[in-house]
């Protein structure tokens, strides 16, 4: 998600050092500036790690501080940031929604997010709507009320470590949250989130800004432990460290359960290499406490320069489907616009190649009609609605009886920040005119 624009501002020698419009956009996302603890940072005070220039073109998301309260329109989302309450840690963005069905009677829907208030941990500026990671809970999957975790005082439930020489120290967000079974050292069954922090390593900006560095950006995967129902968590430390040949940072994963014991969690996530997100995929064989890389699962078409996935593959979602299992992924082009696309693995595990569909009309240009994988879904198009016509991204699908889907996504357009919607395929076709708002 997103075109950028990193506006970073500092105090330096009694002089304010801008980096502003490091790319042209379409549409100027706003960013709030912290000059005393800026997220762009001058070199020399750390090793940096080397960033490509068309980094400035594709961040991932981004955010925007001026929002309205409220949500439940027509055709609008179902999650909005807080802004009625500054001190929330959601206050200016909602993104990423992990959503869990009841899975007993009685239980309610929940939907695992992440935001923030306009900058993240410390103070630093943000450039993503990660930050922390919050609850809500829901009868119906569309109405939600959010729960405040029970020990933080901006309604969180899981932050940022305080040590700022911790892997997840600047900024954190959820990837994906599973239900364990009692296994041998429990008692009960568990929650396990999957979550990606960045740490305050800096990243050198190459030759925009070469005396300058971004921090938050070099993430890793790690693991978290609920057993009240995902009100409080406990960290469990790194599970998947970064690997330079990937990129410079693992992160947004998405899990895999086996459906026979004995076979491997599997977990698929991004990485960006400076120039394009490419997904890749990792095995564990002792419930997700160890993972061996399994390599290169999907990457976007380099071989055309108007593919709506040109600049690569990046947040994604999977779930049963046709005797194996669907991916919708966020897509990016050239321009840096974000679009959903779609691919398929024969195998119900994921323990096969994964190919991109084929979708008839799957476009509102035509020229792109003939791509494999979609787009599927756009910003500001059809179902999504005018209030995504600058972002649509970080899609979850749940399934639903009948062999339909439920599609939880973040949008954003205009001023407002990002928030979380829903559509609904009652027949499980995933073709564009399939798709239908719930709200």
């Not at 309610?108 to 630093?124: I, P, T, V």
């Not at 933080?152 to 079974?181: K, T, Y």
Request: net charge negative.
């Amino acid at each position: 998600l997103l075109f950028i624009l990193i506006t970073a501002t500092m105090a330096r020698s009694r002089r304010l050092v801008t980096i502003a419009t490091l790319s042209t956009v379409v549409n100027s996302f706003g960013f709030q500036s912290q000059p005393s603890h800026p997220a762009v940072i001058p070199t020399g005070r750390r090793r940096s790690t080397p960033l490509g220039t068309s980094f400035l073109h594709l961040l991932l998301q981004s955010n925007s501080d001026n929002d309205d309260d409220g949500g439940g329109v027509c055709g609008g989302p179902i999650l909005e940031p807080s802004t009625s309450d500054p001190k929330r840690f959601d206050a200016a963005c909602v993104a990423n929604p992990v959503v869990l069905p009841p899975s007993r009677e009685g239980d309610k829907w929940k939907m695992y997010y992440y935001g923030n208030a306009g900058s993240w941990n410390r103070g630093l500026n943000d450039f993503l709507p990660t930050g922390w990671c919050g609850l809500a809970e829901s009868d119906d999957g569309i109405h939600w009320i959010k729960v405040d975790g029970s020990s933080s005082d901006n309604g969180a439930i899981l932050g940022p470590s305080d040590d700022p020489d911790e892997w997840d120290s600047v900024q954190i967000g959820v990837g994906d949250v599973i239900r364990v079974p009692p296994g041998d050292n429990d008692e009960e069954e568990a929650l396990h989130m999957y979550y990606f922090g960045g740490s305050s390593e800096p990243i050198g900006l190459g030759n925009v800004g070469s005396n300058m560095e971004l921090v938050g950006f070099r993430m890793r995967i790690g693991r978290a432990k609920s057993v009240d129902g995902g009100r409080t968590w406990v960290k469990m430390g790194v599970c998947l460290d970064i690997d330079d040949s990937e990129g410079i940072f693992a992160s947004w994963p998405r899990i895999i359960l086996p459906s026979k014991e004995g076979n491997p969690y599997r977990m698929i996530y991004h990485a960006y290499n400076g120039k394009k997100w490419r997904v890749f995929g990792a095995e564990s064989f002792d419930r997700g406490s160890t993972w061996k890389r399994t390599g290169l699962v999907l990457e976007g078409n380099s071989d055309d320069e108007d593919s709506f996935d040109y600049f690569g593959i990046g947040t994604r979602t999977m779930a049963p489907w046709q005797d194996g299992l669907l991916m919708i992924y966020e897509g990016v082009c050239k321009s840096g616009k974000h679009r959903l696309g779609a691919a398929f693995c024969d195998d119900p595990e994921g323990n096969a190649s994964w190919g991109k569909l084929r979708i008839e009309g799957c476009c509102s240009d035509s020229e792109q009609q003939q791509q494999l994988g979609g787009p599927i879904l756009e910003p500001g198009v059809g179902a999504m609605g005018s209030w995504t016509e600058t972002v649509v991204g970080t899609p979850y699908l749940v399934n639903m009886p009948g062999g339909g889907f439920r599609l939880y996504f973040v949008g954003k357009g205009g001023d407002k920040g990002h928030s979380i919607g829903v559509l609904s395929s009652e027949t499980g076709d995933i073709s564009p005119d399939s798709w239908q708002s719930l709200s």
